[in-house]
Nanobody
Framework: EVQLQASGGGLVQAGGSLRLSCAAS????????IGWFRQAPGKEREGVSCISSKYANTYYKNSVKGRFTISSDNAKNMVYLQMNSLKPEDTAVYYC????????????????WGQGTLVTVSS
């Protein structure tokens, strides 16, 4: 059974940092792209970043480039999202998800989703 579990959210002041973790199980980590998505209140879910170990690719939403860094530890089946210089507009529930598509942030391509973790950035 494919399972994804996101953790690491919390309350942080603007300019601060958080690291989100995604624990994956039930599938071959090397064959999937893992993505981070977020959904703010009243807004649609949007892709933030993704990583493919197989294709050695990473991809970022423009608004987080230079602030967020995605990484993976294949031995532990973990994916991380280091978020620095956080802004109030980064406030959202963050989800990790998995897809067999090599790279991309189209939520419709992601078949497996974990529960979300709430990130709140205060001004």
């Amino acid at each position: 059974e494919v399972q994804l579990q996101a953790s690491g959210g919390g309350l942080v002041q603007a300019g601060g940092s958080l690291r989100l973790s995604c624990a994956a199980s039930g599938f071959s980590f090397d064959d999937y792209t893992i993505g981070w998505f977020r959904q703010a209140p009243g807004k649609e879910r949007e892709g933030v970043s993704c990583i493919s170990s197989k294709y050695a690719n990473t991809y970022y939403k423009n608004s987080v480039k230079g602030r967020f860094t995605i990484s993976s530890d294949n031995a532990k089946n973990m994916v991380y999202l280091q978020m620095n210089s956080l802004k109030p507009e980064d406030t959202a529930v963050y989800y990790c998800a998995a897809t067999s598509v090599p790279v991309g942030l189209d939520a419709g391509d992601y078949a497996y989703w974990g529960q979300g973790t709430l990130v709140t950035v205060s001004s």
